[in-house]
Every structure is written in C-alpha cells, then in structure tokens.
C-alpha cells in the first residue's frame, strides 16, 4: 500500500502524547483457534455509522471499520454467531442499527442478532417468538423498540422481552413480504412490501390504524414494488420502486422515471445527504439529485466499483459510502475510494474445487473465478468471462491447471492465459461438466453429465457411453485412478465401474452389496480401498472383496454425499449436500455442522487438508471454512513455517536519508496498521492500513519533505502494539 503523508492537514484525536509513544505494549497470547471462515465481502447490502464505527453487512459478514485509525475487524461464522439460513445466506448480513445504548443490531436471512461490543445474542423461530422470515429492514423507535421488516412472516416489533407480529391474517397490513421499514418524527411506521396476490403499494401503520396508498385509491403507480423508504428533510417520503421513484408529501404524489426525468432504470436505494440533497442507487450506478439536476455516476465515467448499487450512507464528514455488488466505495464529491470488505481474495462465497499443487500453492475454483493463495497473498487471473463454476480442478505434468466448467466446457491455465474447449472447438457437449482427472500419462478423464465420460490425449478425443462401452450410466458423477491405472467411475443410477482400459466391470445393487447405484461420490484410500457415497446419504466400502456399508440416517444425515476425504490418521470426512460432515474412524464418530461449530455451511462440496493437517472445506455461500482441532496451525502458509508471534524489526538504515525500509512479522491473520508520527504524536504518514496474513513483511518509508529528526513507526495488530524510534538525517 502506498504511503500518505499528512503534514499540513492532521486530525487532533490522532495525537497522543510521547510518553504514550514509548510504551511498548505486552502481546497478549489468545485461545487457539479452531475454526477460519475466509469469505468475499463484496456484496454491500449495509451501511451504518454509530460514532466513529461504520459498520458494513455484507455477502461474506459483517465489518466493523474505526473511522478513526481505519482499523477493521470482521466477524463470519468462524468467529460469531451469524446464522447460516439452510445450505445458503451464511454470513449474510442485510441490515444494521444502533441502539441508545450503542447496542448493534443485524438483520440476517435466519433472525435478529444483537452485539453489545462483546456479547452475542441470536433471536431465531428455534429460541424466541422471532416467527421466522429474512429480516430485510430494522428501525428502532424512541422507545428502543426493534421493528422488522420480515420477508415471508410480517412487521416484527421486539421491546428486548416480548414479540409482537402483525401479518395479513391478523392486522390490517396487507402482505407478508416486506422489503422495508421507516420510521417519520411522528412515530408512524412506513412499510414497503409485496405478495403475488396482492397489489402493491405503501403502508402507514399510525400505532392503531392502516393505510394502504396504492394505484386504486391515491396517486401510487399501479402495481409497482417498493424496495426503500427514506424521508427528506422536509418529512416527504420518497420510495424507490422498480420503475422509478415516487414522492408523496401527504397529498400530492410526483412520480420519476427514466422517461421523464433522468432517473435510471431500476432504482434499489436512496438516501438524502447532510445537504438534503439525494441520492439514487440503481443498476446503472450512483445518481444524484438536487431538485433540479441530475448526474449518474458510472463504471464509464468514474472509479464506481459497480454499476449495482445497493446500499448509500453518509459519514460525518458528508462523504458519501456507496455499497455496490462488487465493493465499497467511499465518495467524496470528486473521486472514489475502494475499501477492501473481504477477509480473504476469494472472488465468490460458493467454492467448488480445490487444488493444492507443488509449489504449495493452494488453488480454488469458484463460482466467478479461479483463485491461488501462496500463504501471503491471494491472486485471480484475468481470465474470460465463461471461466466460472468451476466444478474441479487438476494439474498435469507440465504444470498447466485443467479445470471443468460446469456451464461451459474445459480450461487449461499454463500459469499466463487460458485455453478454452467447448463445443464448439471441440467434439464435447455444450454444458454440465462434472470433474475430471489426470492420469500417468497426462490424459485427461472428463465426467459429464448426460453425455458419458470423455479421455483427451492432448490430440484426440474419445467419447465412452452407454451406447459404444461399459458404461452402465452417462450421467457420471466422480471418478479416481488407482495404483494399477484402473478407472472408478460412479455414475448416478448405474452403480460403481471399474475400467480397466480394456474390461469394465459393474458393481450395482443387484450384483453386489453397494446400497445404491446413484452414486455421487468416489475416494480411494491409501490401501487401494474404494470408497463410496451415495444419495441419500448411503455410503459403502470395498476392499476388493466385500463390501461394508455404513449407515448414518439415525443421526439425520440424509442428503447426497458429495465429498470423501481420508486423513493421515485414517479418520473419513464425509461431506454431505445439506447436512455437513461426518468424521469417523470405526466406533469413533463426530459430526459437524453449522449449529455445534464454526462451519459455515452445511452444503459441502470438498474436504481437503493442507500440510499442516489444517482442513479446507469448500462451501455452498459460505466461503471457505478452515478447521483443526486444538488450534489451527499456520493456515495462511501450508508450505513454509509461518511465525507464530508479532514483532517490529528496528528500520534499516538508521538514520537514514531519505529512504528507510521498516519490517516487520504478523503471527496470525490480522488487521495491520503501521503508521508513523513525528515528536509530537502527529501522524504523519500511513505505511500500512490493511487485512494481513501470517507471515514476514517489509515496506519503505520515503521522509522526503518531512524535517530532519525524530520519528516513531507504531505496529497494531490484533492485540500487538508497539512502537520503535528512528532518526531522518538530511
């Protein structure tokens, strides 16, 4: 990150006195952590400010910024009890508000959330009179009562000990499906909302009495949804609607489309500044209205991070925040800032496939992108824009990655570019790409499927079915070699084939004791043993010989097995579609999930491990979950010792003239300031203001334009803060 130099403009309550500064502070040694949950934030769906915190609800959690020293902190599944809603919404934060008490309340797809700063409390259908639905849109009134806008279940109102719903069946609000809520000066609540037989329109709900405006009794446009409810500073409400906005002062009612005015299509949300002026976030961008003019701002005319804008807030300096659905931007007028909202690179939360390669980098294939992770540092190739869900992943000998795409084919990355076959450069089909292997001889074994298994020399293709093979099935699921060059293919409603490169051999229920022939999931062990999951949860064994089958229903793992891994210590991981996992080894039983730990989706796709017996699981939404009983050990480096403490290294050269290289260590993933003042605590420059991974770092300090003297580079990170002196002569 590139340095700031702040002399001419300093903010007073970034000064502190020296005394202060030559205090080194005492490392202190946290728990060990069991659980990691790396996400991608991009997603904005919440903007709030309470004092000198701007809390952000995003796709992969929630993230607390300090406006102050622009430290962040972020909370996930791995570190809080933010719910995963069934197998997908995990982490998924949709709204935020503060409370007098500076209590911080979430909205989330599973229920309430309140965080007191240290204290978590979770307000579910399971454990309170919460009915249930995704909490879309919080208010809190004077009297600290929480309102819900709920999706599916009504207004909510929680006073922190009883839960009042009104519904259509017992109030006269007349949908269930609420997107928003807003509370004027006078105490009524505005309400946005919809259901697929009733017509839409705004609600007022006085304490006592419903109004419904709608397009049969006011001047309401028809049918048309409402998204978002704000009031601007004369009390007018203003509700942005899928075609446009509409302003209802009570009486009158002006409606603004793309025809008449120069609104863009699709507005989602719209805040008025600290100058009444408002602004509009729709598909097309950032707009800005005064009354008279409007201006969008774009991906084609400024940094906008994206064209979909979904949430807006202002802080105290009237810099506006914009959430989009690929970042968070902060917009001073002139120019926008990006602010990272990820704890990790991931590109997408729906991880698919994972590859650990040679050279110890860690591969991920998702649902938008390819990604590595070299220990320090995350990196996504440029590729085209059809690489996405990818299915799997695999090396050949020369070093490319091959990659299945689910949607459209193959790809081969040589490290540079990508390689695209298709059906329309080659004899494939044209969608549903399952996995793929790499046998001895860089031979490619392509599961699809409806159209059989596909082998790929490099040259030729061949195509095996049920037509000109073996192949009991062309719906093919998975697919492993063994030692002795023998293809396992599991196809779902075929059973299991062995293929021998000349013979193939079946093994279903009518000839052997695999409990079913759908198939979904095959694992070799290291004895050469198969392993076997199925649907339904059915998972089998055979050692070439007999056939164990083993049966988990009694403990409700019902769903399809969609991963099979063995660890050193010969334990099994079964991952399941909607049920989490399963770890066994004879009568020795564990199971995971969502409500009994830090996984963050029950909807598994792979388990793995890295060096350090750390295991990576790839999710359905929730990102990557990283587990090791007793304490993960150095996940953010799985082929070299990461360091396990912090320290800051004295700068060298010192002194020094004009350039000088600060170093220092980072002992677990943390949010990393290094900033440094000159003698009388004002900060001068900020070297580092970002999310770290465990591991050694070094960054220059270039004083040119600063005054010859002392100055002091302070580290703070996690609970490590320490400060060390250095001396700029000219």
């Known amino acids: 990150m590139a340095q700031t130099i702040k002399e001419d403009k300093m903010k007073s309550n970034l000064k502190f006195i020296l005394p202060f500064l030559l205090l080194l502070a005492n490392i202190t040694l946290s728990q060990p952590v069991e659980w990691i949950n790396y996400t991608y934030g991009g997603e904005i769906n919440a903007i709030h400010q309470n004092g000198d915190i701007m809390w952000i609800g995003t796709s992969g959690g929630l993230v607390k910024i300090n406006l102050i020293t622009n430290e962040k902190e972020f909370f996930n599944k791995g570190n809080s009890p933010l719910p995963s809603y069934s197998t997908t919404s995990t982490n998924k934060?949709?709204?935020?508000?503060?409370?007098?008490?500076?209590?911080v309340w979430l909205g989330t797809y599973a229920g309430l959330i309140k965080y007191d700063g240290t204290n978590w409390?979770?307000?579910?259908?399971?454990?309170?009179?919460?009915?249930g639905g995704y909490v879309q849109d919080?208010?809190?009134?004077?009297?600290?009562?929480?309102?819900?806008?709920?999706?599916?279940?009504?207004?909510?109102?929680?006073?922190?000990?009883d839960w009042v719903v009104y519904n259509r069946e017992n109030s006269g609000l007349p949908v269930n499906y609420l997107y928003c809520v807003e509370i004027d000066n006078n105490g009524n609540k505005w309400i946005g909302g919809s259901d697929n037989d009733t017509t839409n329109g705004l609600i007022k709900f006085d304490?006592?009495?419903?109004?419904?405006?709608?397009g049969y009794n006011s001047g309401f446009p028809g049918y048309e949804r409402i998204i978002d409810i704000k009031f601007d500073e004369d009390g007018e409400v203003w509700c942005a609607t899928y075609s446009g906005l509409v302003n209802f002062n009570g009486s009158t009612w002006n409606i603004y489309t793309p025809n008449n005015s120069g609104l863009p299509t699709y507005p989602y949300c719209i805040f008025?500044?600290?100058e009444g002026v408002a602004w509009i976030g729709s598909v097309q961008g950032l707009t800005r209205y005064d009354g008279l003019t409007w201006v969008t701002y774009n991906s084609e005319n400024s940094d906008i991070p994206n064209n979909y804008v979904r949430e807006i807030n202002v802080d105290s300096e009237n810099n506006l925040w914009v959430g989009t659905n690929k970042g968070l931007a902060v917009f001073d007028g002139e120019n926008f800032t990006s602010i990272e909202t990820s704890n990790s690179g991931l590109k997408d939360n729906r991880v698919y496939s994972f590859l650990k390669s040679s050279d110890g980098k860690l591969w991920f294939g998702t649902q938008t992108a390819l990604t590595s992770f070299d220990g320090k540092d995350w990196f996504t190739p440029a590729s085209p824009i059809n690489v996405s869900n990818i299915s799997s992943l695999a090396k050949d000998s020369d070093g490319n990655i091959w990659m299945t795409l689910y949607y459209g084919g193959i790809a081969k990355y040589n490290g540079s570019s990508f390689t695209i076959f298709d059906y329309q450069n080659s004899p494939i089909p044209s969608f549903y790409f399952k996995t793929l292997t790499i046998d001895n001889n860089d031979k490619l074994w392509i599961a699809t499927e409806d159209d059989g298994l596909y082998k790929y020399d490099g040259i030729n293709w061949f195509n095996y079915n049920i037509q000109n093979s073996g192949l009991p099935n062309n719906e093919v699921t998975s697919i492993v070699i063994d030692n002795l060059g023998n293809k396992w293919i599991g196809t779902y409603g075929g059973g299991l084939a062995k293929f021998t490169g000349s013979e193939w051999i079946i093994y279903n229920t009518q000839n052997s004791d695999l409990p079913s022939n759908y198939v979904t999931a095959v694992q070799l062990d290291p004895e050469g043993g198969i392993w076997v999951g199925c649907r339904f949860g059915e998972l089998a064994f055979y050692n070439g010989l007999n056939w164990t089958v083993y049966e988990f229903h009694q403990a409700g793992y019902y769903s399809d097995v969609l991963s099979i891994y063995i660890d050193d210590e010969g334990y099994k991981w079964i991952g399941y579609k909607y049920d989490g996992i399963i770890k066994f080894k004879d009568d020795d039983i564990e199971y995971i999930n969502t409500e009994n730990s830090g996984l963050s989706s029950d909807y598994i796709y792979f388990i793995d491990s890295d060096e350090n017996g750390n295991m990576l699981i790839g999710t359905n939404d929730g990102g990557l979950s990283v587990y090791k009983k007793g304490g993960i050990t150095s996940v953010e480096n799985s082929f070299e010792n990461t360091p396990s403490d912090f320290q800051l290294h004295?700068?060298?050269?010192n002194p020094f003239n004009p350039t000088t290289t600060l170093s220092y260590t980072i002992g677990k993933p943390s949010f990393v300031s290094l900033k440094v003042y000159d003698v009388l605590g004002n900060e001068v420059a900020t070297l580092v203001d970002e999310y770290k991974t465990a591991g050694n770092y070094k960054i220059e300090f270039n004083a040119e334009g600063l005054s010859s003297g002392i100055y002091f580079y302070r580290i703070k990170a996690d609970s490590f803060n320490q400060v060390k002196k250095m001396i700029y002569l000219k």
């Open 207 to 214: 304490g006592s009495t419903w109004t419904v405006y709608n």
């Open 272 to 274: 008025f500044d600290n």
């Open 121 to 131: 409390e979770a307000y579910t259908r399971y454990n309170s009179g919460f009915p």
């Open 650 to 653: 004295q700068n060298y050269p």
């Open 93 to 103: 934060v949709l709204d935020i508000e503060t409370d007098s008490e500076g209590n």
């Open 138 to 161: 919080i208010e809190i009134d004077l009297a600290g009562n929480i309102w819900m806008a709920t999706y599916g279940e009504g207004l909510v109102v929680f006073d922190g000990t």
